[in-house]
């Protein structure tokens, strides 16, 4: 399903980034550099983490006719679902550890190459997901990421925001986590009830290609592409996360998967910790997820504006 695409020409550019990202001497050379690009029609507002959100509301309000997100994807998730449906522009300036929207995307990783997309002004028309009316755009996932992710915090504290952080933090968290959950799904129409240790919902035909996984196609065709992992044990969930980095992770055998545009995960728990793009939220449940079609114009180089996509490589962990 080819995205539309346009070209505009971005006057009044706003910048928004963690103002914790200044104190990270290659990310304060990286905003520096795509700053330095951008010149003096964009301006740099740097705030709160928890302020990311209304920060991008009142850039929306401003009147600025493209608004960036300078960060990994949960900065650049939060800035997205203030623009969708607004009528900016949205930008994107990679600063993250494992920055799968704009790969897929084919936006450089390189600030300066990153800021020379957004003043080239062709847009991509976007589609994102929405759990419970929070955007977004790669991934959600419940039960043993979330945990994760809390250990992840841990572990970057301590030995800094490195990949193989991220490993160590996803092998820990096998050792210890040992509750499956017990959900009952409706996915466009159908009733399905699990017993399951991870359920994976994707957004984004990058990270899957990524892993080698299914499920591209039912992005492609605009729906939610959703995995529920074998509760096979701790020693079965070792076994995944081999594969997983081996890129042979196999329909059937360590998952099944569901293809489908409207979602709803119920579960006895009034509220659940539900991991979006890598940032842990906790939502009352059940949880409805849809599609929001079109839903962002994202500046993006020209090949991917034009439907193509990069090839990936494996990065070993998910986000």
């Known amino acids: 399903m080819p995205d539309q695409t346009t070209h505009v020409a971005p006057n009044r550019i706003c910048v928004i980034c963690n103002e914790g990202s200044g104190r990270n001497s290659r990310e ?18 740097r705030v709160k983490g928890e302020d990311i959100n209304d920060a991008a509301r009142q850039a929306v309000r401003d009147g600025f006719d493209a608004i960036i997100a300078a960060g990994g994807d949960g900065t650049i998730m939060t800035v997205a679902g203030a623009v969708a449906g607004s009528g900016r522009h949205f930008g994107v300036l990679p600063l993250g550890t494992f920055n799968y929207f704009a790969r897929g995307l084919g936006i450089p990783e390189d600030p300066a190459g990153a800021a020379r997309v957004i003043l080239d002004g062709l847009t991509r028309s976007v589609s994102v997901g929405d759990v419970n009316g929070h955007v977004f755009l790669n991934n959600i996932s419940l039960g043993i990421y979330p945990a994760i992710l ?19 933090s996803a092998v820990k968290t096998f050792v210890r986590f040992q509750r499956p959950l017990f959900l009952n799904m409706q996915a466009d129409g159908q009733e399905i009830r699990v017993r399951t240790p991870l359920l994976f919902v994707a957004r984004s035909a990058y990270q899957l290609e990524s892993f080698g996984l299914a499920g591209v196609d039912c992005v492609a065709q605009g729906r939610f592409a959703v995995f529920v992992a074998h509760d096979t044990g701790r020693v079965g969930m070792f076994n995944k996360a081999f594969r997983l ?31 979006c793009d890598g940032e ?18 994202v500046f993006a180089p020209a090949e991917a504006a034009s439907g193509a996509e990069n090839a990936p490589e494996s990065t070993g962990a998910a986000a």
Request: glycine fraction near 4%; charged fraction near 40%.
């Open 150 to 168: 809390r250990a992840r915090e841990d572990v970057y504290a301590r030995w800094g925001r490195r990949r193989i952080a991220a490993h160590w």
């Open 28 to 45: 304060a050379d990286a905003i520096k550099a795509a700053m330095e690009v951008l010149g003096q029609r964009a301006e740099l507002r």
């Open 245 to 275: 980095v081996r890129r042979s992770m196999r329909e059937g055998r360590d998952f099944d998967l569901v293809c489908a545009e409207d979602v709803t995960i119920a579960t006895r728990s009034r509220h659940l910790t539900v991991a």
């Open 280 to 297: 842990k939220i906790r939502m009352k449940t059940p949880l409805r997820l849809k599609m929001r079609h079109d839903a962002i114009e």
